[in-house]
C-alpha cells in the first residue's frame, strides 16, 4: 500500500513547455485534489475530482487542465508553462469525508 | 474575506509551554473540520479531526463551536518537536473540497 505517489519529485521548465505532473493513489479514494503552496501562502486548490469521469474546478484553475479516467490516476496537466506556476504541487486523495492524505509533493521550478 | 482565516504567527513558546491557536470559517454549511501539521517543505499531515463535542489525542486538544464558526487547536507541554506549522482545514459539505487557513507557525524554543 503505497498512499499517493507523485512524480517527478523536482522539475524544472522552459517558459512556453508542457507536462504533466502525475498522482497516482491506491486506496480506491474516490476523492483526488490537486493544490499549489507558494511561499508565505496556503494550500489553493486547483482542480479536484469526486470520482471517476468527474472533475472540477478549483480557485486557481487557469493555466491547468486534469482528466480522471480511472480512480486511481489524477494527472495535472500545465498547457503552457509560465513563471507564475513556479510553485510546490501537492496531490490528494480521500474516501468520502474522512480526511485526506498527501503526496510527498512535487516541486517545479519555470524559467 | 478567506474561506478560513488563522493567526500566521509566528509563535515562539518555551519548551513545556501550553499554546492555543484559533481559526474561523464562513462558510456555515461547512461538514468536517481538520488540523493538519507541515513540516518545512513536506506534505500536510492530518494531526487530529475535529468534533462538535471535541476531541483529545494525548497533548492536544481540539475544539469546535459551529455556533461561531470557530475552531481551536491547544497544545499542551509543548515539545521541541512540535515546532511546524499548523493548518485549519473545512470541508464544505459534499464538495470532496479542502479548504486551508494560511498556517499558524509554532516554534518551541529550549
Known amino acids: 500500500n503505497a498512499g499517493v505517489t507523485q512524480t517527478p519529485k523536482f522539475q524544472v521548465l522552459k517558459t512556453g513547455q508542457s507536462m504533466t505532473l502525475q498522482c497516482a493513489q491506491d486506496?480506491?479514494?474516490?476523492?483526488m485534489s490537486w493544490y499549489r503552496q507558494d511561499p508565505g501562502m496556503g494550500l489553493r486548490l486547483i482542480h479536484y475530482?469526486?470520482?471517476?469521469?468527474?472533475?472540477d474546478q478549483g480557485e486557481v484553475p487557469n493555466g491547468y487542465n486534469v482528466s480522471r479516467s480511472t480512480t486511481e490516476d489524477f494527472p495535472l496537466r500545465l498547457l503552457s508553462a509560465a513563471p507564475s506556476q513556479t510553485s510546490v504541487y501537492f496531490c490528494?486523495?480521500?474516501?468520502?469525508?474522512?480526511?485526506?492524505?498527501f503526496g510527498s509533493g512535487t516541486r517545479l521550478t519555470v524559467v | 474575506r478567506k474561506e478560513v482565516e488563522q493567526d500566521p504567527g509566528p509563535f515562539n513558546v518555551p519548551e513545556g509551554a501550553t499554546v492555543a491557536f484559533n481559526c474561523t470559517y464562513s462558510n456555515s454549511a461547512s461538514q468536517s473540520f481538520f488540523w493538519y501539521r507541515q513540516d518545512c517543505r513536506k506534505e500536510p499531515k492530518l494531526l487530529m479531526s475535529v468534533y462538535s463535542s471535541g476531541n483529545e489525542d494525548g497533548r492536544f486538544t481540539a475544539q469546535l463551536n459551529r455556533a461561531s464558526q470557530y475552531i481551536s487547536l491547544l497544545i499542551r507541554d509543548s515539545k521541541l518537536s512540535d515546532s511546524a506549522t499548523y493548518l485549519c482545514v473545512v470541508t464544505p459539505s459534499n464538495t470532496g473540497k479542502l479548504i486551508f487557513g494560511q498556517g499558524t507557525t509554532l516554534q518551541v524554543k529550549p
Open positions: 475530482s469526486v470520482g471517476a469521469g468527474i472533475t
Open positions: 490528494a486523495s480521500s474516501y468520502s469525508a474522512q480526511p485526506y492524505t
Open positions: 486506496m480506491n479514494h474516490e476523492y
